[in-house]
């Protein structure tokens, strides 16, 4: 249950302004832990901002990436790496652990939790091939960090599981609705666009899924209004009436205005990035277990992170 679930009690924050100031503190205290190493290097760490915008171009990277899996990734796999991703950078800044490495370890461990059951050698496949012994060592190496990082809490409650509710409640409750398969293919899209947004972080998922069936009852003209108000309501309390509708159209503006970044405002700030991110600045130099133990040769080839992304989008491309 989602009212009793960790997700709630750790991961549910009272307001965007709340999300912000947690944003900017682990910004702070990256910048003020490298502020000496920087000044030697000449380096100009991210902005807050800056750091958002990189973290939802890699959201993006992340939903295609899982849709180039056979059979398909289920769609509450897909929230749950995304809420992962999403819990990874709230307290964790991309100038300390690149966005790409965080994503991939995300869907892995996703994957094994919503039963989605690849292997590792599986998993990579999908990636041209000399992109796959490093990424399946790095997804592997990172499982620990990301669970620390989560705090171990694993389960999440997305809005794709009350959404099928919504529905099949509607044929059995509200008659008046001769089809409400009609509203999925909607809801289902505006589900998909909200995991680039903050509701994960605001609303209960089951106020996510009742503000995408709203949005596809617009697309279809198709009221849900009696629905709402004689069904739902009686179950949403102590929010009551016009509160409600409020919340959901507040829940339907911040998804719609989910805009993912254009490449030419992510461009320079991957440069940006690479340059925050020098071995003297990143934790520990980053340094790889089995860099460690390997020759200076092997750690000194560091395969650039657009190149893997290309190799994907090759792929990707291929498989359509």
């Known amino acids: 249950m989602f009212h009793t679930s960790s997700q709630q009690k750790y991961w549910l924050f009272p307001s965007h302004e709340e999300l912000k100031r947690r944003r900017i503190e682990t910004n702070k205290a990256y910048c003020e832990k490298h502020a000496q190493a920087a000044a030697q290097k000449g380096c100009e760490f ?7 915008l990189l973290c939802q171009h890699y959201m993006k990277k992340l939903l295609e990436f899982c849709a180039l899996f056979q059979p398909p990734v289920p769609h509450s796999a897909m929230g749950t790496a995304a809420a992962y991703y999403k ?15 965080i994503f991939l370890s995300a869907v892995y461990l996703a994957f094994k939790v919503e039963e989605y059951n690849v292997s ?6 999908v990636l041209a091939p000399q992109f796959r012994a490093r990424t399946a060592e790095m997804v592997l190496r990172d499982e620990l960090l990301l669970l620390q990082r989560l705090k171990f809490h694993l389960t999440i409650h997305s809005p794709f599981r009350p959404l099928d509710g919504l529905l ?7 008659p008046g609705i001769s089809n409400p398969d009609q509203f999925r293919e909607g809801s289902t899209a505006f589900l998909l666009k909200s995991l680039s947004s903050d509701t994960v972080f605001l609303y209960p998922p089951s106020q996510i899924a009742l503000a995408a069936l709203v949005h596809s009852s617009r697309q279809t003209h198709t009221r849900v209004d009696g629905y709402i108000h004689s069904v739902v309501l009686k179950a949403e309390a102590p929010l009551t009436g016009q509160k409600l509708l409020d919340t959901l159209q507040r829940i339907e503006d911040m998804v719609l205005q989910a805009d993912l970044p254009p490449s030419s405002k992510v461009a320079p700030i991957e440069r940006k990035l690479e340059r925050c991110r020098l071995q003297e600045l990143s934790p520990k130099g980053r340094k790889r277990k089995s860099e460690e133990v390997g020759s200076a040769t092997k750690r000194s080839k560091v395969i650039p992170h657009s190149s893997i992304l290309n190799a994907q989008t090759e792929v990707g491309s291929a498989t359509k």
């Open 46 to 52: 991210l902005t807050p901002d800056e750091e958002e």
């Open 87 to 101: 819990r990874f950078f709230l307290n964790s800044s991309v100038m300390e652990y690149h966005p790409r490495d």
């Open 120 to 125: 590792v050698d599986q998993f990579v496949h």
């Open 168 to 174: 099949t409640d509607i044929k059995t409750r509200a």
